[in-house]
């Protein structure tokens, strides 16, 4: 007899045209948050327990599932912003508020990036404020002239607490060369040497400088500990040589730019196991709230092109499967 999955369960509508998989730890979390008396029946539910090595199902007793519960419960499949700036000085006057929008357009969890020592703190910071933001530290391509002595054992120091589960943003932006290209250069390679002592995926930003890029990672080995192209705006070719690697592409509100068909080209040929979404809040806002600030709400609105881009799936699909991608890299349970 095939084994049995003790810890996921497939809920299935009667007629088959809906399901949704759900841990039983989230089932568990549903009946405990929601008073008996608020339980109403959505629409004939039967739990079907798959097996690991058989599509037969055996069905088990109905659930109920609440019509009228709170935002964050309502939405059973939930999204992961990999990608959000929320230290930034544009969420000084509506932190907390921009956080509970996020949540309730069914944003679980945030990672929250570091681009230098301080921010880095600051992300750390939140986090502990925060269960459910996740943090990355390091220093930006921009900021990398900056590093002094010590940054690197800070950051050591940092990688301790629990919600550090990423190194970075790093790599190497020639378009603007705040940093010179080859103190870029030495600090990516210094950065991805410490990412592998923790044993932290890397975070990279890559602008007009993709071949660097990708010779560096390769030399430096960071595949050994994996990451992703952050915020990918490449061409075809930094996507194959990403994905050979093992590294995810994640993909921002640039996807919804009028004038990005490439990209969406790019997007819609990418494995769906190797792809991530990310808001890169308060920047790159995607329609339809271009010209107002980003926030991690509007992940959502990415989730939506890539559900075009691949219309054998559902907009739940997408949300699923690009939170199971996240949860893998980072290692988030």
């Given at each position: 007899m095939p084994q049995m999955a003790s810890d996921v369960i497939m809920i299935t509508s009667i007629n088959n045209l809906q399901c949704c998989v759900l841990s039983i730890p989230l089932?568990?979390?549903?009946?405990?948050?929601?008073?008996?008396?608020?339980?109403?029946?959505?629409?004939?539910?039967?739990?079907?327990?798959?097996?690991?090595?058989?599509?037969?199902?055996?069905?088990?007793?109905?659930?109920?599932?609440?019509?009228?519960?709170?935002?964050?419960?309502?939405?059973?499949?939930m999204l992961i912003d990999t990608h959000i700036h929320l230290d930034d000085v544009r969420y000084n006057e509506d932190r907390e508020a921009v956080i509970t929008r996020a949540r309730e357009a069914g944003v679980e969890a945030f990672v929250t990036i570091g681009c230098d020592l301080t921010t880095s703190q600051a992300a750390v910071a939140l986090a502990d404020r925060f269960p459910f933001v996740y943090t990355s530290i390091g220093v930006h391509p921009h900021e990398v002239k900056h590093v002094r002595d010590g940054w690197y054992d800070e950051f050591r120091r940092l990688a301790k607490n629990k919600s550090v589960v990423a190194y970075g943003e790093i790599g190497l932006d020639y378009h603007y060369n705040h940093s010179s290209p080859n103190e870029q250069r030495d600090r990516f390679r210094e950065q991805i040497q410490v990412a592998r002592e923790l044993m932290l995926p890397v975070i990279i930003h890559t602008r007009e400088a993709q071949e660097d890029?990708?010779?560096?990672?390769?030399?430096?080995?960071?595949?050994?500990?994996?990451?992703?192209?952050?915020?990918?705006?490449?061409?075809?070719?930094?996507?194959?040589?990403?994905?050979?690697?093992?590294f995810y592409l994640s993909f921002s509100g640039i996807l919804t730019f009028q004038n990005a068909v490439p990209l969406r080209e790019i997007a819609k040929n990418t494995p769906l196991d190797h792809i991530l979404i990310e808001t890169d809040s308060p920047y790159l806002t995607p329609v339809p709230y271009r010209g107002k600030r980003n926030e991690p709400a509007y992940v959502s609105q990415v989730a939506k092109q890539l559900a075009v881009l691949h219309p054998e799936l559902s907009l739940d699909d997408v949300q699923r499967i690009t939170t199971m991608n996240a949860k893998r890299l980072f290692k988030i349970s």
């Open positions: 089932i568990q979390k549903i009946r405990k948050l929601i008073p008996l008396k608020r339980l109403r029946i959505v629409r004939p539910l039967q739990i079907a327990r798959r097996s690991i090595d058989s599509a037969d199902t055996t069905v088990h007793r109905p659930i109920e599932l609440p019509l009228d519960s709170s935002p964050m419960l309502r939405c059973l499949t890029t990708i010779t560096i990672l390769k030399e430096e080995r960071a595949s050994e500990v994996g990451g992703v192209i952050h915020c990918f705006s490449g061409d075809s070719w930094l996507a194959k040589e990403a994905l050979g690697l093992g």
